[in-house]
């Protein structure tokens, strides 16, 4: 006994055909019994176009689709069998190109990805958020920075444990120093460390010239902190944070620092992670200093530092180790963002030059002029 019903493709081409058929087919109801029951009669012209007489043992649970790799796998081990092994040979492609796709997809360590995390409402305009893939691992850091920042993150990672015995985790770091030398790198690399998403604040949008909308505004953010578990990174905070009673502020500003002062006293539910960066901390307030769990200052790194910073940066444009000796002495005073201004810029005209290596002597002239640039930023600032 033979039935009549949809055709299956046998080909690649026609299993493209087939989908594509497949999408645009009407919706029907199922196919009616006559004749006494042996034989079924489509209901529609999309399957009375597309039917083919086949074995009541190679029906299907339901319609296969392109999308189903095990129905794939069954018709290529069919066209084997068959002796079209051309097609078969097809099909196995397309299984197999199909998983690659899904094991490409999964995450590293088998560990699932974070729901990606988004400021809603007002705070839309208040915060950016991002989802960094940098790590400590990839900055060069002074060995006290990195064990202080090491232990910050086992914290979080192990905060359960900590609260268990009535202890919390770090949640509030203020790192101070100069300009460039890695303070915003570190919120990212935390951020990645902990595979949270990384809100950073835009102070110019807190600020509002109504009265007590910028308190207002702060409230907003720290509800945002005890809700959503993250890294929280406020630049340039002493543009928040000044001195009371400095005789050129406005006593908004004053009522401003009083807000911040009370909110950071509030608990943290989510032990999310506020990190706050100044390149001004003697202007600080004082009562901030104890709000905060650690507070870590940054410096321009010493030649060791300097050096592995521009080989990282020039990877394989980098030149023999006998040349660094002529391009140490272009290294001090500079930051490590300068640094990298550095190594890019030679690295970039390598590249346009079409040369393998970056010549020491290029290296040497971008630090240099490096050096005469950050010379006249910093000729009032006294370091």
């Not at 296969?64 to 196995?92: F, I, S």
């Not at 640094?339 to 390598?350: G, M, S």
């Amino acid at each position: 006994m033979q039935h009549t019903c949809c055709c299956f493709p046998t080909s690649l081409l026609e299993a493209e055909a087939f989908q594509v058929n497949l999408d645009q087919r009407p919706r029907v109801n199922q196919c009616s019994i006559i004749g006494g029951g042996d034989r079924f009669r489509p209901q529609s012209a999309w399957r009375a176009k597309h039917r083919r007489t086949i074995r009541p043992s190679r029906l299907p649970p339901r319609v296969p689709t392109l999308k189903r790799t095990g129905w794939c796998e069954v018709n290529h081990y069919q066209e084997a069998r068959q002796g079209r092994a051309e097609e078969a040979d097809k099909l196995k492609r397309l299984v197999q190109k199909a998983r690659n796709q899904q094991r490409a997809a999964r995450p590293a360590g088998g560990q699932t990805p974070i729901p990606l995390a988004r400021p809603l409402g007002e705070l839309q305009g208040l915060v950016e958020n991002g989802y960094p893939k940098v790590t400590l691992a990839g900055m060069v850091l002074a060995d006290d920075i990195s064990t202080r920042l090491t232990r910050a993150v086992r914290e979080q990672q192990e905060r359960r444990t900590l609260r268990d015995h009535g202890r919390a985790p770090t949640t509030h770091i203020l790192l101070i120093g100069p300009p460039g030398t890695g303070k915003t790198m570190t919120a990212s690399a935390l951020a990645g460390e902990l595979r949270l998403p990384l809100f950073t604040v835009r102070l110019e949008a807190v600020f509002s010239r109504f009265f007590g909308e910028t308190a207002g505004k702060l409230r907003l953010l720290f509800d945002q902190i005890a809700q959503t578990r993250g890294v929280y990174l406020l630049d340039e905070f002493d543009a928040l944070g000044a001195r009371r009673g400095d005789p050129n502020d406005v006593g908004e500003i004053r009522r401003v620092l009083n807000s911040l002062l009370a909110f950071m006293e509030e608990p943290n539910t989510t032990d999310s992670l506020v990190l706050v960066a100044t390149n001004h901390v003697q202007i600080l307030d004082e009562a901030l200093a104890r709000r905060f769990d650690e507070v870590i200052e940054y410096g321009l790194p010493n030649l060791p530092e300097g050096r592995a910073i521009l080989e990282r940066r020039l990877g394989t444009f980098k030149f023999d180790d006998r040349s660094w000796e002529s391009i140490e002495p272009a290294l001090k005073g500079l930051s490590q963002a300068e640094l990298v201004r550095a190594a890019d810029a030679v690295v970039k005209d390598a590249i346009l030059e079409g040369a393998p290596k970056v010549s020491p002597e290029a290296l040497c002239d971008a630090l240099k002029n490096r050096q005469t640039l950050s010379g006249k930023f910093r000729r009032h600032s006294g370091r």
